[in-house]
C-alpha cells in the first residue's frame, strides 16, 4: 500500500518526531510505500493564493506534486502538537493547498459549492497522532475536542476515508521516558492495527 506521513512539527527533537521515525520504520519492516512530509523542514509555504481556488487551476509543481501522492494513498498517518485545538498553520494549510477540489472532493454537477461534496480519496484509512500539554478532562469539557472533529468529520470523513482513529499523548512537557517508551508501543500496534 502507499501510505502518506505528514508531519507538522518545529522541533526536530520533539517528540513527533520521534513518532514519525517510529511510524516509518513500521511501515517500512511491512513493506508498505511511503510518502514522507516533514512539513517544516520542507519549508511548506501554507499560504493558499486565490489563484489555486479552482478545481482545474494551474498549481505550482510542488503542489501538483502532494496532490498526486494524496490521490495515490491508500492511508494516510498525520502527527503535529495540539496548539490553540488546532493543528500547526503549516499542517492546516498542507490542507488548504492540497485537500483541495478535484483531488479530495468535488462537487455533484450543477452544485457551485453550496452544497455537500462527494469525497473522492481512494484511501480506506487514516491515523492521526497528537501530542498536547492539556488534560484530556479538560480538553473534552471545557474545548469540545476540536481536534476530533476537525480530522474526523471535517477533514477524513468529508473526503471519503471510512476507518479513523486518532490517538493522544499527553502531558508531553512532564512525560517520563517511560511513557514515552510505552506511547510508541501504541503507536506501533495502532499501525499494525491498520496497516
Not at 493543528?87 to 493547498?97: F, L, N, S
Request: proline letters at 6%; hydrophobic letters at 40%; a neutral charge.
Amino acid at each position: 500500500m502507499n501510505i502518506s506521513v505528514i508531519l507538522g512539527h518545529p522541533n526536530i527533537m520533539s517528540f513527533n518526531h520521534t513518532i514519525a521515525r517510529t511510524a516509518i520504520e513500521i511501515l517500512k519492516s511491512r513493506r508498505h510505500a511511503i510518502f514522507f512530509h516533514d512539513l517544516y523542514a520542507e519549508g511548506f509555504d501554507p499560504n493558499l493564493p486565490y489563484t489555486e481556488f479552482e478545481a482545474n487551476a494551474d498549481l505550482p509543481t510542488d503542489i501538483r506534486d502532494y496532490c498526486e501522492e494524496v490521490k495515490a494513498s491508500n492511508g494516510f498517518i498525520i502527527i503535529h502538537p495540539n496548539w490553540w485545538s488546532q493543528p500547526p498553520a503549516v499542517m492546516k494549510g498542507w490542507i488548504d493547498r492540497v485537500f483541495r477540489p478535484g483531488v479530495a472532493y468535488k462537487f455533484l454537477e450543477g452544485d457551485r459549492g453550496e452544497g455537500i461534496p462527494v469525497g473522492l480519496l481512494k484511501a480506506e484509512s487514516a491515523i492521526v497522532f497528537n501530542t498536547s500539554n492539556t488534560p484530556a478532562e479538560r480538553e473534552t469539557k471545557v474545548f469540545g475536542d476540536p481536534l476530533e472533529t476537525l480530522w474526523k468529520n471535517c477533514i477524513f470523513g468529508l473526503c471519503g476515508v471510512k476507518r479513523f482513529v486518532r490517538k493522544k499523548y499527553r502531558i508531553i512537557v512532564t512525560s517520563t521516558p517511560q511513557q514515552r517508551k510505552a506511547w510508541l508501543k501504541d503507536v506501533e500496534q495502532t499501525i499494525l492495527d491498520f496497516y
